[in-house]
T-cell receptor, first 117, second 113 residues
C-alpha cells in the first residue's frame, strides 16, 4: 500500500516552460487536493476534486490547471511557469464527510519541490 | 468563513520540557478538528483528531481536547523529545465542501538535547 505518491520529487524550470505534476493514490479516496507550501504562508489550496471527472478551484488557482481522468490520479499543470510558482507542492487525498471510516482525514504525498528560474 | 489561528513560532524547548501549541478556530457548526505533523523533508501526516466537543485526541504522547466553549484545540505533550522536532498544523476539514479545508500557518518546534 503506497498511499499517496508524487512525481517528480524535484524539478527546475525556466520561466515560460510548462510541466505536469502527477499524484497517485491507492486508497480508493474520492477527494483529492493540490496545495502549495511557501515559507511564512502556510499551506494554500490550489485546486481540488470530489470525484473522477470533477475539479474545482481552491484559494490560489491562477496559473494552474488540473485534471482527474481516473479516480486514483490527480494531475496539476503549469502552462507557463513563473518565478512566483517556485514552491513545494503537496497532493493529498481523503474520504468524504459521511464515510464510515476515516472521513475528512487527509493523506499527503511527500511533495514536489519546484524552482522556476 | 471558517478559519484557524495557530500560535506563532518558532518554539524551542529543551528535551523533557512541557509543550503547548495553541489553536483556536472559527467555524459553522461543530466540525472535526485535526493536528497534523510535518517532519523535515516530508509531507504532512495526521497526528491526532477529535470529532466532537469534549473529545480528546491522543497519539505518541500528544493530546488535544476539543473545547467548544473556547473554540480551541490546543496541542500538549508532557515531555518532548528531540525526535518531536517538526512543524505542527492545526486544521479544519471542509466537510461537505472539500474546498473549505483550512490549515493553520504551522508552528515550528525545535527540541534541543
Amino acid at each position: 500500500n503506497a498511499g499517496v505518491t508524487q512525481t517528480p520529487k524535484f524539478r527546475v524550470l525556466k520561466t515560460g516552460q510548462s510541466m505536469t505534476l502527477l499524484c497517485a493514490q491507492d486508497m480508493n479516496h474520492e477527494y483529492m487536493y493540490w496545495y502549495r507550501q511557501d515559507p511564512g504562508m502556510g499551506l494554500r489550496l490550489i485546486h481540488y476534486s470530489v470525484g473522477e471527472g470533477t475539479t474545482a478551484k481552491g484559494e490560489v488557482p491562477d496559473g494552474y490547471n488540473v485534471s482527474r481522468l481516473k479516480k486514483q490520479n490527480f494531475l496539476l499543470g503549469l502552462e507557463s511557469a513563473a518565478p512566483s510558482q517556485t514552491s513545494v507542492y503537496f497532493c493529498a487525498s481523503s474520504f468524504p464527510r459521511g464515510a464510515s471510516v476515516g472521513a475528512d482525514t487527509q493523506y499527503f504525498g511527500p511533495g514536489t519541490r519546484l524552482t522556476v528560474l | 468563513g471558517d478559519s484557524v489561528t495557530q500560535m506563532e513560532g518558532p518554539v524551542t524547548l529543551s528535551e523533557e520540557a512541557f509543550l503547548t501549541i495553541n489553536c483556536t478556530y472559527t467555524a459553522t457548526g461543530y466540525p472535526s478538528l485535526f493536528w497534523y505533523v510535518q517532519y523535515p523533508g516530508e509531507g504532512l501526516q495526521l497526528l491526532l483528531k477529535a470529532t466532537k466537543a469534549d473529545d480528546k485526541g491522543s497519539n505518541k504522547g500528544f493530546e488535544a481536547t476539543y473545547r467548544k466553549e473556547t473554540t480551541s484545540f490546543h496541542l500538549e505533550k508532557g515531555s518532548v523529545q528531540v525526535s518531536d522536532s517538526a512543524v505542527y498544523f492545526c486544521a479544519l476539514p471542509g466537510g461537505a465542501n472539500a474546498g473549505k479545508s483550512t490549515f493553520g500557518d504551522g508552528t515550528t518546534l525545535t527540541v534541543k538535547p
